[in-house]
């Protein structure tokens, strides 16, 4: 019954290989987001989608590719990993893309890049 | 640059006691939101408040927002052990539709 979830939880894979990383929301919600928070904690929006289409995209390079298949769903997919690209990755999601709306926060994705 | 800092960056305080956090922003803003993070999970809202607000309570948090000194505050009255995490404040930066989080302040309540 948890609200934001994501797949997997952790992910070790070495540098070059391409991986995905899996989110959904049962909460009925039309906006779902995608966050990387570094090291320091500092969390930075990647891409934002509302009913399955691309509102934000944060000049993430494009090896980056958000995928919705609905609006329950946002996956990331990532080419070519660098050693960059290890942080901890936060899907999210809201009722509608309004500014002022709470965000429901999933537990993250761990990847490690080596 | 961060639209939102928190400030103090870590904060350690007796069990009982009371905690403050601050955060500044930069640039106009409709809202301001606080999130938790507990460590190795992912962020929980805690309150938002509106740019005609001053002043919101939720149970044992106070927080006050300050728009023309850009800045708000968080007050968690008779801290427990519990409430040691992460705390962030959001903003969504001259209205654009997105949140910009801050790098948080760490809270650790000693026992």
């Known amino acids: 019954d948890t609200a934001v979830s994501q797949t997997p939880k952790y992910l070790v894979t070495q540098m070059g290989n391409d991986k995905s990383i899996k989110c959904e929301q049962n909460?009925?919600?039309?906006?779902m987001y995608w966050y990387k928070q570094d090291s320091k904690k500092f969390l930075k929006i990647m891409f934002s989608?509302?009913?399955?289409?691309?509102?934000i995209n944060e000049t993430v390079p494009n090896r980056f590719s958000p995928k919705s298949p609905d609006k329950a769903h946002l996956n990331l997919h990532i080419n070519s990993l660098e050693l960059g690209d290890s942080a901890v990755y936060f899907c999210a999601s809201s009722q509608e893309a309004a500014i002022q709306e709470t965000q429901y926060f999933g537990p993250g994705t761990r990847l490690l890049v080596l | 640059s961060q639209q939102g800092e928190e400030d103090p960056q870590a904060l350690s305080i007796q069990e009982g006691e009371n905690a403050t956090m601050n955060c500044s922003y930069k640039t106009s803003i409709n809202n301001l939101q606080w999130y938790r993070q507990n460590s190795g999970r992912g962020l929980v809202h805690l309150i938002l408040?509106?740019?005609?607000?001053r002043e919101k309570h939720s149970g044992r948090l106070r927080v006050t927002l300050d728009t023309s000194k850009k800045s708000s505050s968080l007050l968690i009255t008779a801290s427990r052990a519990a409430d040691t995490a992460s705390y962030f404040c959001a903003t969504p930066p001259g209205g654009a539709q997105k949140l910009v989080f801050g790098q948080g302040t760490r809270l650790t309540i000693n026992p």
């Open positions: 909460l009925g919600h039309d906006t």
């Open positions: 408040i509106r740019s005609n607000e």
């Open positions: 989608y509302n009913n399955k289409e691309l509102i």
